[in-house]
């Protein structure tokens, strides 16, 4: 489908109601509608945005275009949980209605400060001749869910030395003080973060670049996000462009982990960059802290200027379930929040060992559960799993014990996403003991390897009757114990109100 800019940049609100409500219905025909995870109800959803914990609830929004699968006038759109689990859209949030953010209110975050919720985004502006101008801008829910902008930004456009990409703030309070970093982009084409301050989040300060070991890392930062967990300070980030040691990941996202970020100084001494996920589809994830102090995440299932399958049915991406974080050994291990255990239905458990062959244990298939699994190899060449198989369709996890490589194979999931940048992703483990909890949905599949170590998240698109799954062996022996639950229901409902 040609979207030329005018279509882009239509706005809802002219929409007429009829194609709103005939795009929908389109969309609820999809066969990949996932089942617990958050998606649009139509168009294109990206970033997580604004992910914060305020009078009782979580509140987590996101980036949103409603009128078809591409990357055209941003709102964001507002989903709330008590738990984690069960998730009430509220409809839009804020609306590219000012002067300051008139093209897109693109990604920012959250945080409560005397008894209101106070956002703080990009606002992304177009000239005459389509020259961008971001703007830092603030916006304030009250107790009641209603949702004022400021009258004007917060931060004007970027300062001397950097470019118009300039954006996604994560604001947090320390020591008395509001501390904002800002993913940027240097007058000569590297990224970096910068770091700004307010005592009031009216007012704001610049401070100037964080100074970390890593001077020449891609062309531009997105969705930073610093934050302490166990006495290490943790920038997470997007770096565009970054070369790495892994093939095809064209838009990785990751962290550094080190001592606290200094904010008089701004130096930020740190190990090396690592990947949040090994997996194909994980991009500008954000974090919040619960009410009992634990770290979660979010990400965006999905990638920039990627075709997925759903694009035909008017729709396109999703969010990750929430993970909770930890630091184990100078680096994050992520699992998936406690809560989600309340998803878990029917239980079925298998236990046994295979020999140089494939078994499907009775009670095992289906397209939307968890499965926990954790395998003790004997002398196996290779060992793993089989997901929503079917005539001639799979997914595969196996370990490679010669090479102790955990892979995700993709080739033959269905309906292909990208196959130029590879079918296949891998990490390190150790072949003698594996354990992986997997949550598989409708279309997609979320792997945690060895209590969080490692994780892959992955869209995948079969056929609806591809619902088997096999254990399987190869060259040897290997035992193990599975536990599978199936999740039935959805845990998203709507309840819509006006925003902005």
């Known amino acids: 489908m040609e979207w030329i800019k005018e279509e882009r940049y239509r706005r809802l609100e002219e929409t007429d109601p009829e194609e709103i409500s005939g795009l929908a219905a389109r969309v609820a025909r999809c066969p990949w509608r996932q089942g617990y995870h958050i998606q649009p109800k139509t168009g294109l959803l990206n970033d997580p945005n604004g992910f914060a914990f305020f009078q009782g609830e979580y509140h987590l929004f996101y980036q949103w275009f409603p009128l078809g699968p591409v990357h ?24 590219p209605d000012r002067n300051f953010d008139s093209h897109g209110v693109y990604s920012g975050s959250a945080i409560e400060h005397d008894g209101r919720l106070y956002l703080m985004y990009t606002g992304n502006t177009r000239d005459d001749n389509w020259e961008r101008l971001p703007y830092q801008c603030m916006a304030q829910m009250e107790k009641d869910g209603s949702i004022h902008k400021f009258q004007s930004p917060v931060i004007g456009g970027p300062p001397s030395g950097y470019t118009d990409h300039y954006r996604d703030p994560k604001v947090w309070h320390q020591d008395g003080f509001f501390y904002a970093v800002i993913g940027a982009q240097r007058s000569n084409l590297t990224g970096c973060a910068v770091l700004y301050r307010s005592i009031d989040l009216h007012k704001w300060e610049l401070l100037g670049e964080l100074r970390t070991g890593l001077p020449d890392f891609g062309y531009m930062w997105e969705c930073p996000d610093y934050f302490e967990l166990a006495g290490q300070g943790i920038l997470c980030f997007c770096p565009q462009g970054a070369r790495l040691d892994e093939p095809g990941n ?58 997925y399958p759903t694009d035909d049915h008017g729709w396109a991406h999703c969010l990750t379930l929430p993970r909770e974080l930890r630091v184990e050994g100078g680096r994050l291990y992520q699992l998936p929040a406690r809560e989600l255990q309340a998803l878990r239905g029917k239980e079925s458990f298998s236990i046994g060992k295979i020999s140089d062959g494939t078994y499907s244990p009775p009670g095992f298939s289906g397209s939307r559960y968890e499965l926990l699994i954790e395998f003790n190899n004997v002398d196996a ?112 409902r709507d309840r819509e109100q006006s925003g902005s």
């Open 72 to 95: 055209g006038l941003k709102y964001w759109y507002h989903t709330s949980s008590p738990d984690l689990v069960h998730w009430t859209n509220r409809g839009v949030a804020l609306r």
């Open 250 to 307: 064209i838009y990785p996202a990751g962290y550094l982990i080190g001592e606290p970020l200094d904010v008089e100084t701004r130096d930020f001494r740190h190990g090396d960059f690592r990947l949040l996920d090994r997996g194909f589809d994980f991009y500008a994830p954000q974090t919040t802290l619960t009410p009992d102090g634990r770290r979660i995440l979010v990400g965006w299932m999905g990638l920039p200027d990627v075709p």
């Open 381 to 492: 060449f290779e060992f793993g799993v089989g997901l929503r198989t079917g005539e001639g369709e799979r997914t595969v996890l196996v370990c490679d014990s010669r090479d102790s490589r955990l892979m995700l194979d993709r080739t033959l999931s269905g309906r292909p996403i990208a196959a130029e940048y590879g079918m296949v992703r891998s990490c390190a483990v150790n072949p003698s003991a594996v354990k992986l909890q997997l949550f598989v949905d409708t279309s997609s599949v979320e792997v945690f390897v060895d209590d969080g170590r490692e994780v892959f998240t992955a869209r995948i698109f079969p056929d609806a009757d591809s619902m088997g799954l096999s254990i399987f062996a190869k060259g040897g022996e290997v035992s193990y114990r599975a536990s599978k639950w199936d999740i039935t229901s959805g845990a998203i």
